[in-house]
């Protein structure tokens, strides 16, 4: 059964960062592209990026709102990918998730205020 | 980037059908777009139900179908039922970036 869970969420000041993990299980994680996406509160789904598997080169693809700001990256020895959030905007509050071969993880939320 | 549209909300009876699309401002959505659709009910995460137009995730019960129609990419509800009430989102895919539709409200009534 695949399991995506993320974590790493919480409060952050505006300007801050956050980095947020998400634990893989139930299927071949080096082989997977992974995916974040995320839903600010009482809005739709916005894609956030992607990371390609290892032999794909472990190419990113970002979205533009996060595009310099936010970093992807994976580790395939703890079966893990990485969001990396830096220069955290109060827009960029929301749910994260993990998605991966069409499999959503709960989510985690992150919050900047001050 | 590309903006992706969606009907903002769409009313089905019980055992009605309905077709819920997907546009692109790009032009006419195509299987190049790798055309998704997911469904969301209030306080869960979203489950995927359709992947690369008309391909059912497991789990996606057999009343739904996708597939490309006067392009756009569409998802087609046959026999609709009262827990079929949900946002339902499409994404599609524009070399390399993904674009999520603005969502649009299924109400069963």
């Known amino acids: 059964e695949v399991q995506l869970v993320e974590s790493g969420g919480g409060l952050v000041n505006p300007g801050g960062s956050l980095r947020l993990s998400c634990a893989a299980s139930?299927?071949?994680?080096?082989?997977?592209?992974m995916n974040w996406v995320r839903q600010a509160p009482g809005e739709g789904l916005e894609w956030v990026g992607r990371?390609?598997?290892?032999?794909?080169?472990?190419?990113?693809d970002y979205a533009a709102p996060v595009k310099g700001r936010f970093a992807i990256s994976r580790d395939d020895s703890k079966n893990t990918v990485y969001l990396q959030m830096n220069s955290l905007k109060t827009e960029d509050t929301a749910v994260y998730y993990c998605?991966?071969?069409?499999?959503w993880g709960q989510g985690t939320l992150v919050t900047v205020s001050s | 980037q590309a903006v992706v549209t969606q009907e903002p909300s769409l009313t089905v009876s019980p055992g009605g059908t309905v077709t819920l699309t997907c546009g692109s401002s790009?032009?006419?959505?195509?299987?190049?777009?790798?055309p998704y659709w997911f469904q969301q009910k209030p306080g869960q995460a979203p489950r995927t139900l359709i992947y690369?137009?008309?391909n059912k995730h497991s789990g996606t019960p057999a009343r739904f179908s996708g597939s490309l129609l006067g392009g756009k990419a569409a998802l087609t509800l046959s026999g609709a039922q009262p827990e079929d009430e949900a946002e339902y989102y499409c994404?599609?895919?524009?070399?390399?970036?993904?674009?999520f539709g603005g969502g649009a409200k299924l109400t069963v009534l």
């Open positions: 998605i991966t071969k069409n499999f």
């Open positions: 139930g299927f071949t994680f080096s082989t997977a592209w």
């Open positions: 990371i390609k598997t290892k032999t794909d080169g472990e190419t990113t």
């Open positions: 790009t032009g006419a959505v195509t299987s190049n777009h790798y």
């Open positions: 690369d137009t008309s």
């Open positions: 994404l599609l895919s524009y070399n390399g970036a993904r674009v």
